[in-house]
């Protein structure tokens, strides 16, 4: 859980990298549109798993890891997707945990032709 948490952070890093560094303004518009939602995921994710758990000691100043970063946003996509499926198979989830998993993989389904038009 901590990865896919790390790892919506570092899609929102690498969308405001590219934001930032476009001179085209639709582009411009479409990685802030790609941000939509991250945030929010990654805050429920750490709130009812984590926290639910009194586990909040494992988060650290490091929790955005440089490496996960990558500028081609498909792969990021991909990888989210892929682990969230990965944390799916975990019968130790409970439903509630894994109707959110579920919620963020079909967002990053949509996400990837977003980020194909990038």
């Not at 896919?4 to 303004?25: E, G, P, R, V």
């Not at 990654?42 to 890891?65: Q, T």
Request: charged share 30%; glycine share 4%; hydrophobic share 40%.
């Amino acid at each position: 859980m901590y990865e896919l948490i790390q790892n919506l952070i570092a899609f929102k890093y690498a969308c405001k990298m590219n934001h930032w560094s476009t001179d085209n303004y639709s582009q411009h518009l479409l990685f802030d549109r790609l941000t939509e939602d991250v945030d929010t995921w990654a805050d429920s994710v750490a709130e009812s798993y984590f926290m639910a758990r009194g586990e909040k000691k494992v988060f650290k100043p490091d929790l955005l890891a440089p490496k996960m970063i990558n500028r081609d946003l498909v792969k990021m996509c991909e990888q989210i997707i892929s682990r969230t499926e990965e944390l799916l198979e975990d019968d130790d989830l409970d439903e509630g945990t894994k109707s959110l998993l579920g919620d963020i993989e079909a967002a990053f389904l949509g996400k990837i032709a977003l980020a194909q038009l990038s």
